[in-house]
């Protein structure tokens, strides 16, 4: 096997990355398939931590925008991203993995509160940790709680999961069949363009910080391997 390129990354998986055709929830077989990309990652020495996200199940904004307080909303988004986690848990178990769930709400009966040294003993000692609740609190997303807990464990770089698309254009290809493919860009100019990479906040405090993003498509079942390998997939974002 190829040496790694990195010892130890954080995967942001939307919660549509676990939806596969369904129109909502999660399809077990692209749960278990995401489970198997992991754990071969994991088996190669890499440490991977992962942090969930609920689009597939529940976002705060839509909640909001149908009358609901906003924080309340949100605080059903963070709970929706345990549902996600626990499913990727059974996923990754069943292949003979080892994990831990790690939530940002107190939820002591299903995972483990978020305790950031626990976490990276959790990593060093070969098991996959997936933080559930994003960041606890509303307002933000899990993309920003992918940023923030990429740099409190000293990930060396985001691998940012996208479906059907190749990582970041000019536009958005679905809508604009021109829209041009992006290989490489710096934070700043992606905020700047307003490009699809994460929300701003998220992409602010990786530019502050100087953490790489690697945008790739999830529908091919190679691409992490080959990030890890140190192959060019997808958009790189990095100063
Ligand atoms: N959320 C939140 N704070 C966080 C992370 C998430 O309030 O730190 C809520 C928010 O309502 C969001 C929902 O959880 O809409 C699901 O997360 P997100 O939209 O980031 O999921 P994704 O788009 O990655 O599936």
Redesign the pocket.
Known sequence: MADSAFKRILLKL???ALMGDLEYGTDPERVTQIARQVAAVQARGVEVAIVV????I????AGAAAGMDRAT??YM??L??VLNALALQDALEKLGAHTRVQSAITISEVAEPYIRRRAMRHLEKGRVVIFAA????????????AALRALEIHAEAILMAKNSVEGVYSADPALYPDAEFIERITHMEALERGLKVMDSTALSLCMDNDLPLYVFNMDDERNIDRIVSGERVGTLVST
Request: proline share 3%.
């Open positions: 939307s919660g549509e996200g609920a689009g597939n529940y976002r705060g904004l909303a949100d988004g963070m929706a991203t994003g960041t606890g609190n509303p307002f933000f997303t899990t993309d920003t709680a």
